[in-house]
């Protein structure tokens, strides 16, 4: 594809073969059209990039001394008590 651009007779040809498909009024359209269209794009591809760098600095911000980034409730459990055979032979009994 790239030997195209290199010879100006074929470049010329290309040329001239867009002219005659799209017409000499369509293409001033066409070629705002794609303007419009890349610069959209450009701002959608800036916008994600600034939205990766600040998630990457509230990241960094959140965890930069290494402690929680909210404060971590703990309480204290006490264990369960198992039930043993004498606990079973005492619920028989008073039943």
Do not use: C, W
Not at 55 to 79: H, I, K, Q, T
Not at 85 to 94: I, L
């Amino acid at each position: 594809m790239g030997r195209v651009f290199e010879n100006p007779v074929l470049l010329l040809v290309v040329v001239l073969l867009v002219v005659l498909l799209f017409g000499a009024k369509r293409l001033p359209d066409a070629a705002r059209s794609v303007g419009r269209s890349m610069r959209i794009f450009k701002s959608e591809v800036k916008g994600m990039k600034e939205d990766d760098r600040a998630d990457e600095e509230r990241r960094a911000s959140s965890s930069a001394d290494g402690a929680p980034s909210r404060p971590l409730e703990g309480r204290v459990v006490d264990e369960p008590h198992r039930a043993t055979s004498d606990d079973y032979d005492q619920h028989r009994r008073s039943a």
